[in-house]
């Protein structure tokens, strides 16, 4: 699932807080858990905290914490939460080109449609789900 490493993170570290929802989670220690650096914790589970998905607190026994329980929280919550996509945004065709506009503006349609797809699946499984073993 390493596919994009900002949704990565956070799909494990909220599979992790799954478990015990009201520990409360420094960056540090989600850092080194997932092998990254406390900047790139901070700043993924930030657009977390600013969806309302996660709380955080500051001081001595302060760190991060579920603001749900994990099985209210779908995984369309955390894709759109980071304001994931599925393909990066169509770059401006040259106008000049029939074939390249007419081209771009097809893909565009599909990879929309792909995308509301793939919401649509992702809100149908919670964190707490998706922590559960396959098979």
Same mark, same amino acid.
């Given at each position: 699932?390493?596919?994009? $490493?900002?949704? $990565?993170?956070?799909?494990?570290?909220?599979?992790?807080? *799954?478990?015990? @929802?009201?520990?409360?989670?420094? $960056?540090?220690?989600?850092? %080194?858990? &997932?092998? #990254?650096?406390?900047?790139?914790? !901070? /700043?993924?589970?930030?657009?977390?905290? &600013? %969806?309302?998905?996660?709380? %955080?607190? !500051?001081?001595?026994?302060?760190?991060?914490?579920?603001?749900?329980? @994990?099985?209210?929280? #779908?995984?369309?919550?955390?894709?759109?939460?980071?304001?994931?996509?599925?393909? @990066?945004? &169509?770059?401006?065709?040259? @106008?000049?080109?029939?074939?390249?506009?007419?081209?771009?503006? /097809?893909?565009?349609?599909?990879?929309?449609?792909?995308? !509301?797809?793939?919401?649509?699946?992702? *809100? #149908?499984? #919670?964190? %707490?789900?998706?922590?559960?073993?396959?098979?």
């Amino acid at each position: 699932m390493k596919r994009n $490493s900002r949704l $990565s993170l956070a799909l494990h570290t909220l599979g992790h807080m *799954a478990g015990n @929802p009201d520990r409360m989670r420094t $960056s540090a220690e989600i850092a %080194a858990h &997932a092998g #990254t650096n406390p900047v790139v914790v !901070k /700043r993924v589970l930030g657009r977390l905290r &600013a %969806a309302g998905l996660l709380v %955080a607190e !500051k001081g001595h026994a302060g760190g991060w914490r579920l603001a749900h329980a @994990p099985e209210t929280i #779908t995984l369309a919550d955390v894709y759109l939460a980071l304001d994931e996509r599925l393909a @990066p945004e &169509a770059e401006t065709a040259d @106008p000049r080109c029939a074939v390249e506009h007419a081209l771009e503006h /097809r893909m565009a349609a599909v990879m929309e449609d792909a995308e !509301k797809a793939l919401v649509a699946r992702l *809100a #149908t499984m #919670t964190i %707490a789900e998706a922590r559960e073993p396959v098979g």
